[in-house]
């Protein structure tokens, strides 16, 4: 059974930083790909950014030049690193992971439960 754990939310001030810890765990043979979104009440979920296996980063036009992902493979974790953080930041943000089991032959999707982040003085 594979399991995503996320840490790291809570409250912050605007323009302070924070960051977010998914990590995953179970008979994991490769962790491919990582993404992490975020949704608020009322809107569509967004994709904040994803990391590839070789570390490779993208981000979604919102969140471009303040968040930072990461992983750490030997911990098979990711990390959302958030600075510069406004209102409009505060959601619920959820990790995607792709990753495949030693049962299997391909890789499949597994989400973390989601931690929320306000952003509010």
């Known amino acids: 059974q594979v399991q995503v754990v996320e840490s790291g939310g809570g409250l912050v001030q605007p323009g302070g930083s924070v960051r977010l810890s998914c990590t995953a765990s179970?008979?994991?043979?490769?962790?491919?790909?990582m993404y992490w979104y975020r949704q608020t009440p009322g809107k569509q979920r967004e994709l904040v950014g994803s990391?590839?296996?070789?570390?490779?980063?993208n981000y979604g036009d919102s969140v471009k030049g303040r968040f930072t992902i990461s992983r750490d493979n030997a911990k098979k974790t990711v990390y959302l690193q958030m600075n510069s953080l406004q209102s409009e930041d505060t959601a619920v943000y959820y990790c995607?992971?792709?990753?495949?089991?030693?049962?299997?032959?391909?890789?499949?999707?597994?989400w973390g439960q989601g931690t929320q982040v306000t952003v509010s003085s």
């Open positions: 995607k992971v792709n990753l495949r089991r030693w049962e299997d032959t391909m890789g499949n999707d597994y």
């Open positions: 990391i590839n296996i070789i570390g490779e980063a």
């Open positions: 179970g008979n994991i043979v490769t962790i491919y790909h």
